[in-house]
Structure formats: C-alpha cells, structure tokens
C-alpha cells in the first residue's frame, strides 16, 4: 500500500547534496535496490486490478473534461486501449474523476482515503473494481490524473494497477511553472502549434507543472523569426486561453526598455501593455526583470510598475507583479529593497531570484523582505555554461561543443539546485529556452511537489512514462549516465561509449513509436554527440602531440622545417575524417526532431536557431579539439622574426608552455585536474550557486556571426577560475625554499575583463589595478623574498571594477 501525506521536510544537508551525485556504479546499485524493493512491494499486494476495459466517469467538458481526455489519450498512447469518458457509467470496472465537494451519484469516498484540504491536492483509492481520483480542487483531479499515469503498468493491451493503492497527497509549493516563450530566443518552442503547446503542457502535468510563463516582447502584429507562424502576441492569446481551459497559471515575462527620460517610449510601452492585459484570457503572474534586460534604475522602474499593475488588475484583480533585480549594482538593488521595506507598495506581488543575481543570496533577500511579499525562484535549468549553475568539473571541449543550450539532462544538478535554496521561496518559475532540459524540468516539478521525492524514483518514472514499462529503468540509467558524460576530462572518461551503446540498447529495446519520438532522438543525439567529440579529441590530440614534438627538433632541423612539420601533423585533422557515419546519423536525427517538435540544431537553413551558443549542435562538428588555430597564428608570428635564433627561443616558448622550471608550479586555472593551488572555497555538493565558491569559468571561442573559432586564444586561456563579488580567489602554496627568490607568472583572462589587483600574504602588493591586454600574452612580477621566506605564499586576486574575478594561468617559478 502506498500512502503519502504532507510532511514537514526535514533537511540534512549531506543527504541532499549527495543523492543527486553519485558515482556511475553507486547509483547502479541504488537503483537496482530501488526496483528491488518495488517489485517485491507488487509481488507481494494481494491483487492488481485489471483496468482494460474501464471507463473513465467524469464530465466530457470543463476543466475536468480536460483531465479525463489527458488521462484517456495519455493511457491510448501506451497500451493501444481506449478508456471512453461518460458522464454516468452502471458497469463495475471504472475510474472516477471528481472534486470532493461534487461527487457522482452512487460514489463514495472509502473509508481511511483523506482528501488533503489543501489547494491542488487529491487523493487515489481503490474501492473494488473503481478507482477513484478525488481533487480538493479541478486542478487537483489534473495532478492526480498524471500520478495514475505513473502509478499505473502500461504495456501494448495492458493497464495493470495495484489493488491496494492509496496516496492522498498536495503540493509543498504553490508556483511551480516553467518558461515556454514563443520567441526567435527559443530553441523549439518557436515552431510549436498550440496543439504541440497542448501535448507537452499535458506531459508537464504529469509531475506537477501547474502553469507556463509567456514571454511577450514585441509590438502587436511583430515577428522577429522567419519561423514564427504568426506573431507573439497573437500566440499568447491563444496559449492563455489553452493554460485557462486546464486551469494552469499563466505567468508573463514582460521586460521594460530603457525609459530614461523618453516619455514617448513611455506612454507608447505602457499603452502596450494595458492593451495586452485587456486581450488575454487569464494572467496570474507578470514578472518584470529589473535587468537583463530592462536596466532601468528602480527609481524609474517601480513607478512604472505600479501603473503597469493598477492596468493589470482591472482585468485579473487577483494577479501578481513581481520584479527581480538581475544585473543591478549594488546601490541599485540597495534602492529597490529599500523602497520595498519602507513604502510596502500592495500593489506589489512579490520579488523573482533569478540569474545574474550576483551581489546577495536568495537567503538575504528573504531575510529583507517582508513576509507579504512572496519570492519565486527564476532558476536557470536551460544552460549548461555561462550560466547560474554551471555544469561542474566540464571539460572545455564539451563546454566549446555542445555550449551553453545543448541537449541537458541533468537530473542531480538540478535535484540538488532545487533542494538546496526551496525553503527561502513560494516556487518557482524556470527559465528555459527549449525541450533540451526537458528531464530537468520533470525534476522540478516533481519536488516542487515533494522536496522528499527520491530523485532516482522521479527519473525512474519519466523513463517508463516515455520509453515504456519495460525499458523505463534503462532509459532511468541512460539519463544518469548522460549526466556523468559531462563531468570530468574527455579525454579519460570511458563511460562516454558505453552511454552511446545504452541509447542504442534502448533503441532496440523500445516501440517503433518511441523510436521515432523527439525524447529517444534527442538523448540518443546527445550520446552520439558526445561519443563523436571524443572521438575527435582523442585524434586531435595525438596530432597535437606529435606537432609538439616536431617543434622540439627545432634546435636540429631549424625554426622552418620544424613549423612546417608541425603545421603539417596538425593537417592530418583535415584529411582523416573522424566519426563520418556519426555525423551523417546526427544530421538525420536533427532533422528528423526540426519535423516531430521544432528543436533547431544550426543557424543555418532550414533550423535558423538564434545563434550557435542556442543548442547549434550541428554547427559544432568541427571546433577544434586542440590548440592548432592559436598556435598556427604563432607559427605566422615566429617566421616573421628576423633571427633565426629569435625564432628558436619563441618555439622553445611554445614547447615549455606550462613548464615552470625547477621547483616552480604551474595551474591551469579552469582545468579541475590542474588547479591544484586553488582555494576552491567550497564545492558544488556544498554551495551549487556560484556566490561564495570558486567555479570554473569558460570562455565563448566561436564568433556568433562568422562562426569561426578566434585564433587569439589557447585552450587554457578559454577556461579560467572566477568569483563574483564578495568571494575572494586565492592560491596557496606549501614547501618553498624559503632562501630563494620567486616571481609569479600570470594570465588574467575572461569575458569579464575586469579591473584586478594581485596581493601576497594579504598585505605585499603585487600588482596594483589592472586589465585585459591584448594581445593575450602572461604577465610577470617579482615577489619580495620576505614573503616567501616562511616556505608558503598565498596569493589573492582583488576585484576593483567589473562583474567577476577571472584568471586562467599561473606559473611561481623560483629564480635561478
């Protein structure tokens, strides 16, 4: 008998930052004894009942109507048997679907099944051959609809449920909503029908998911994307007319130009936007981004808002606006949570933690807020880098290739995201740009449902709700595995081919309907993409190495015979294609996903995705695996030299890049297995946000426009350790020779490009404030022979200006 009841979480930090990261082989066995313990809970139920020619009672219309069509067709999708809906049924074996407060005639609820009195919940019980799906609410009888799905065994002519279910349970927090903006941004969602919208609404439901958020940026009438079907605004009328058929929130992500003293722009945005609000069918939630865009001044932009709101609540009295202060200064946001505790404006809804928040925790803001005032969390669960939960320990190669919006899976990430900070919010609406998350949503969902869900049984039923009862548990392990694929050198992770031939496993194993649905193309996609990249890697960097060790002949064979052998290991790239079959099958798949659901893997026609960082995957093929556009450029540099012994030391340069001499040490900042030096401040288990720790930072190589990598830049130069304001980023050394002299060797590089200062020991000035100078080369200072005379050192970066600290390399290297 399975019986849940709301229960206060009771957080262990160890456990929570744990479950989600598990090796490869633990988890393996967890869930081995997951599906253990299952089978022997089935095995040992008195009976299952045999629902296949059930009928579903419930109303054919209304909102109800729609959770009796979602359950029916969800079920005819799975077993090939259709379960009709009546309004009235004499027969015995049926399901009924109703609110506690409007039951059928005849129906009653059994005793010891408890409705939860709580918004959204339900309650399954068994009363001999009815089942019973009881909504405190409409909406409750959706999600209890979609945990009949996952409760149930489905099988081609065969739906099987236990006799001696009963769950009864409600939601721990009330916005859990995820972002599907019909926009050129989007990697998908802009070629969706609202058919498409429907069908992927209905799969959300499933987990939890109760409403979407719209973007709307553009003018009535507007299209900014030769895909888009017909204009924004007049898709979001009809998806907030879809959402309020299933009585789903409808959230709209609504920013504000910059308004300056432009009083035009204005009237002209405002007009805009009572407009918008008079023509949907249901708004809940309006959330402005007071950055990112918008970089209006809270001054300017709270005024604005209120008469957004006051516009806003003469059609929807009861919605929401909330206001974020993503890339604000600090005085800024100081003057908004100022405003906001001083003045308690009611026409405010509550505030939005979202990417880019930089200066303050998501515990501060609750900490400052007062308690009227919700927070809902704008979680980043879209992108792999670049990003507000980065991909730990990645491998700058993946990073460069599969980039910011690549295919994601990421179930312990986000079980961890999730967990970690759900105590400080009301919910959540996500940000996402396309299906490539969409494991990740299903995450969210489920624990913005129950926080306590076991992260292995949520993954475990979105495997047999989408591959089929029978491979759920590999499509379970094939997801976890993808995760694993991200984490570590590419060079050395074995468990990259057996991903591959899991999908391929599972593509034998599943129905030729699965096999063609967009889900089992996309992770099959990205277990090909991988394997290839490696593949690749592993090539190139033979070529590479061979390219070194021609150049180390130079002092024999001279500075242009040694280039021109180098130059021509690095070509061999150009006439051995690596993985041909496997490029030729992601292209069919890519298109084949480009038909089923929209997803676009290139810039180029017929996908037109918005640039090659938007899941471009296709455009990626070929980004080099190693150091040949930098060092070629090099190569061009060095034969200009007028020596040629000036031509000889430059090579040698080259050749003993990351070589520090004698008793020195070199880091490759950004390079989790050559950081050894760095105070990392605590890791990801621990803190998964990036205040307050070190992460790895990766640099964009391919030019958006050209899509040509830059030649400026080396691998190591491409991923570097960053801090964002309030953390500080120090390396530590032990054992020196505390009679010698040393001098430190730096490159401080990212996107940033801010304003550092370097300190020894926390008071000998290294350097004072500094910034990027082009072209990329490594910097060097003495370091006064006091400080290193105790055998340690500790260097420290300060910020002076700018977003971050970043730095790529360091060389301490004793002087002769």
């Known amino acids: 008998m399975t019986i849940e009841t709301p229960t206060l979480r009771r957080f262990f930090p160890c456990t929570h930052r744990t479950i989600g990261t598990l090796s490869r082989s633990r988890r393996v066995v967890v869930a081995a004894m997951v599906l253990l313990m299952v089978t022997v809970n089935v095995c040992s139920a008195e009976s299952t009942i045999d629902l296949r020619t059930t009928v579903l009672i419930s109303p054919v219309d209304g909102r109800v109507g729609k959770a009796a069509a979602t359950l029916s067709d969800a079920v005819y999708e799975r077993s090939g048997i259709r379960w009709y809906i009546r309004e009235h049924f004499p027969g015995a074996c049926r399901i009924v679907l109703s609110t506690v407060d ?21 309650a399954i019980g068994v009363d001999g051959e009815t089942v019973l799906i009881i909504g405190r609410d409409e909406r409750g009888i959706l999600f209890g609809v979609g945990r009949l799905l996952r409760e149930l065994t489905m099988r081609q002519g065969e ?20 972002q599907l903006g019909y926009r050129n941004g989007a990697t998908s969602y802009d070629l969706w029908t609202v058919a498409k919208y429907e069908q992927y609404l209905r799969e959300l439901s499933f987990f939890g998911c109760n409403g979407a958020e719209l973007i ?64 949907m069918s249901r708004i809940d939630h309006v959330f402005v981004p007071g950055g990112d865009p918008g970089d209006n001044h809270p001054r300017i932009l709270m005024p604005a808002l209120k008469v957004m709101a006051d516009m806003l609540h003469k059609p929807f009295p009861d919605a929401g606006v909330f206001v974020s202060n993503q890339k604000m200064p600090p005085e800024w946001t100081e003057w908004m949570f100022n405003y906001i505790r001083e003045d308690q404006p009611t026409w405010l809804g509550g505030y939005v933690y979202g990417p880019g928040t930089e200066h303050h925790s998501i515990k501060e803001a609750r900490e400052w807020l007062p308690k009227q005032y919700q927070i809902r969390r704008y979680p980043d669960i879209t992108h792999n880098v670049r990003a507000q939960f980065p991909v730990p320990h990645w491998d700058d190669r993946m990073a460069q290739t ?39 949503k299903t995450v969210w969902s489920a624990l913005g449902w129950d926080p306590d869900a076991d992260i292995h049984e949520i993954v475990l039923d979105y495997g047999r709700l989408f591959f089929g009862e029978d491979v759920g548990q590999d499509a379970a392990d094939g997801l976890w595995m993808l995760q694993d694929n991200m984490e570590g050198n590419l ?43 490696r593949e690749r890697y592993l090539a190139e960097h033979e070529y590479e190495q061979a390219a070194y060790a021609a150049l180390m002949k130079s002092p024999k064979v001279g500075a242009t015979a040694a280039i021109a052998e180098a130059r021509k290991e690095f070509a061999r790239a ?16 890519a298109d084949g996903m480009f038909n089923s659901i929209g997803y676009q893997f290139s810039v180029k026609p017929p996908y037109f995705t918005r640039n090659p960082e938007r899941g471009a995957l ?15 450029s090099q190569f061009d540099r060095i034969q200009s030299l007028k020596t040629e012994k000036e031509r000889l030391e430059q090579i040698e340069v080259l050749v003993n890049w990351d070589d520090p001499g004698p008793g020195g040490f070199y880091d490759d900042l950004g390079d989790p297995e050559r950081q050894t030096h760095v105070d990392m401040l605590s890791t990801f288990e621990e803190n998964p946000s990036r205040l307050q720790r070190v992460t790895e930072g990766h640099y964009r190589w391919m030019n958006n426009e050209t899509l040509q990598v ?39 590089f990212g996107r940033f490009g801010s304003t550092l200062d370097l300190t020894a020991d926390g008071e000998y000035r290294i350097h004072g404030p500094m910034k990027i100078e082009y072209p990329i080369w490594p910097r060097e200072f003495d370091i006064p022979k006091a400080v290193t005379s105790d055998g340690k050192l500790e260097l420290e970066w300060g910020l002076v200006e700018g977003r971050g600290i970043q730095v790529a390399e360091v060389w301490l290297i004793k002087k002769p």
């Open 216 to 279: 709307q940026e553009l003018p009535p009438g507007e299209k900014d994307s030769v895909l888009l079907a017909e204009p924004e605004w007049d898709m979001n009328m009809r998806l907030s007319k879809l959402l309020d058929d299933y009585d789903l929130d409808v959230f709209v992500w609504y920013p504000v130009p910059i308004l300056g003293d432009d009083k035009e722009l204005y009237e002209r945005e405002l007009g805009y936007r009572e407009r918008f609000f008079n023509e």
């Open 102 to 122: 409007d039951l059928p005639d005849g129906v009653e609820i059994p005793a010891g099944l408890v409705i939860p009195d709580a918004a959204e919940g339900f």
């Open 159 to 178: 739906i099987h449920l236990p006799s001696d279910t009963q769950i009864s349970t409600s939601p721990r927090y009330p916005m859990r909503v995820h």
């Open 402 to 440: 599969l980039d910011r919006e690549g295919i994601n899976p990421r179930p312990g990430h986000n079980h961890l995201v999730h967990n970690a900070y759900d105590e400080y919010a009301s919910g959540f609406g996500t940000y996402s740009d396309g299906i490539n998350d969409d494991l990740n």
């Open 710 to 748: 830059d030649n400026r830049y080396r691998y190591s130069w491409l991923h570097h350790c960053q801090t964002f304001p309030g953390a500080p980023l120090i390396m530590r050394y032990d054992g020196l020779d505390p009679n010698a002299e040393y001098k430190v060797k730096v490159v401080e």
């Open 574 to 589: 150009d006439s051995v294609k690596i993985g041909v079959p496997l490029r030729e099958e992601m292209s069919v798949l």
């Open 618 to 632: 296709l455009d990626k093929l070929d980004v080099p695996m190693n150091d040949r556009p930098w060092l070629e």
């Open 491 to 533: 060079l050395t992770n074995e468990g990259i081919p057996q991903t591959l031939a899991k999908w391929r496993e599972i593509g034998q194993k599943v129905t030729p309907e699965v096999r063609r649905s967009w889900r089992y193309q996309m992770y099959l996609m990205r277990a090909i993409f991988d394997h290839y990249t």
